[in-house]
Nanobody, 115 residues
Framework: QVQLVESGGGLVQPGGSLRLSCAAS????????MGWYRQAPGKQRELVAT???????NYADSVKGRFTISRDNAKNTVYLQMNSLKPEDTAVYYC?????????WGQGTQVTVSS
């Protein structure tokens, strides 16, 4: 079992920044890719960014150039640095981790971008 706990969400004005963290615990040694997904009101969950065990990254076009995903394997933590935030970024952000053929999800953290 893998447990994921997100933190760092909150309310921020357009153009502001937030840094999300996701700490993994449990059976963490075989975790491969990790990522961030988000779900806005009335919309389906979408991929935001992923990072492999080798630190190869991938971003959705909507966040490319503004968000940065990183991971610290020693701390079993993945981060999402979000800059130049837009109201369209408002969503619940979920951490994801893959282990073998299983996929694990955190509880989510709310990000609200509003003036």
């Amino acid at each position: 079992q893998v447990q994921l706990v997100e933190s760092g969400g909150g309310l921020v004005q357009p153009g502001g920044s937030l840094r999300l963290s996701c700490a993994a615990s449990g059976s963490i040694f075989s975790i491969g890719a990790m990522g961030w997904y988000r779900q806005a009101p009335g919309k389906q969950r979408e991929l935001v960014a992923t990072i492999t065990s080798g630190s190869t990254t991938n971003y959705a076009d909507s966040v490319k150039g503004r968000f940065t995903i990183s991971r610290d394997n020693a701390k079993n933590t993945v981060y999402l640095q979000m800059n130049s935030l837009k109201p369209e970024d408002t969503a619940v952000y979920y951490c994801n981790a893959r282990r073998s053929y299983f996929s694990y999800w955190g509880q989510g953290t709310q990000v609200t971008v509003s003036s």
